[in-house]
């Protein structure tokens, strides 16, 4: 892992976990926030889209005492804007349920 910027690496591999079905990801505390809780920390991530500026995907990294030991950030335009998007876009699915619902309307209009 590069010691120099290692969420790039991190969020590649949550987005190899959470498609192997191995990422337990919940609900957070708002309705575009989503959470992995590991033995010793938790991370959160979210989905932010400002009036006039670009999407971005957040990563907030909490120790397990519950404060916030880091964050990460990747913009739309991004070198890793796809792993970003493309993870949360992942989990939101999971999580709040649209991939299966998805799956059965699919499978009805076929």
């Known amino acids: 892992m590069n010691s120099s910027d290692p969420f790039p690496e991190i969020a590649q591999g949550l ?3 959470t498609k192997a079905g191995q ?17 010793q920390s938790k991370i959160r991530i979210a989905y932010e889209s400002p009036t ?13 005492d519950g ?8 913009h739309e335009g991004d070198d890793h804007w ?6 949360y876009y992942l989990v939101s699915r999971d999580v709040t349920g649209l991939g299966k619902v998805l799956a059965d309307v699919e499978n009805f209009i076929k």
Do not use: H, M
């Open 52 to 64: 006039a500026e670009l999407d971005y995907v957040s990563f907030s990294f909490f120790a397990q």
């Open 15 to 17: 987005l190899k976990k």
């Open 67 to 74: 404060n916030r030991a880091g964050v990460w950030e990747v």
């Open 82 to 87: 796809p792993v970003g998007q493309e993870l």
């Open 23 to 39: 990422a337990k990801w919940t609900q957070g505390p708002n309705e575009n926030e989503f959470e992995l809780k590991l033995p």
